[in-house]
């Protein structure tokens, strides 16, 4: 009986196989990082949903807008936008402070886990809310507001993503990566 080489014909009475590599890899702390696409389809999906929690104050705020033109005086419609933006910041904080809450706890924002990856420090444990959220969130937003420096930030931050590691500036700086999310 002869042994089957790789690459030889398909034997349809061959016992089943599967790829147990990334149970393995996984076992020996080593991660399938994510895809660079699927990182880039998460990051949207969340920013999709900051604004349609914004949404519904924003409707209203135009349909009152439109419909109130000319009828008010304008500190009444001054006074009418500005606590529509007002209430559309806080739908805003609100659903931030949401994500926030699952990224410090399960290492994944709603688009994330939809989309199964995670955040998870180089070692492999939980991000936790210093490294998941101030580090990789909030020091970069910081930067990004400095004059100069945050126009190099804006555009070295997801440009990095193009390296062996496929980490962003935000990685670098909270120690972690993004990998694909064991399935429960």
């Not at 660079?36 to 349909?63: E, K, M, S």
Request: proline fraction near 5%; glycine fraction near 12%; include cysteine.
């Amino acid at each position: 009986m002869q042994q089957q080489q790789p690459g030889s014909n398909f034997n349809p009475y061959a016992p089943p196989t599967a790829d147990i590599d990334q149970g393995l890899q996984q076992q020996q702390g080593e991660y399938v990082l994510a895809e660079r696409g699927t990182r880039l389809g998460a990051v949207l999906i969340d920013a999709l949903l900051a604004v349609a929690a914004a949404a519904p104050a924003g409707l209203i705020l135009g349909f009152m807008v439109y419909n109130s033109r000319g009828s008010m005086s304008f500190g009444d419609a001054e006074l009418m936008v500005y606590g529509l933006i007002g209430v559309m910041a806080l739908m805003v904080l609100a659903f931030m402070i949401y994500q926030w809450v699952l990224i410090a706890t399960t290492g994944q924002s709603i688009a994330k886990r939809w989309l199964g990856i995670k955040i998870v420090r180089l070692d492999g444990s939980p991000v936790g809310f210093v490294n998941g959220v101030i580090l990789r969130s909030w020091v970069v937003g910081a930067m990004s507001n400095i004059p100069v420096l945050g126009m190099i930030v804006g555009i070295v931050n997801p440009l990095m993503i193009f390296g062996e590691e496929r980490r962003c500036l935000h990685d670098h700086i909270a120690g972690t990566r993004v990998i694909v999310a064991p399935r429960a």
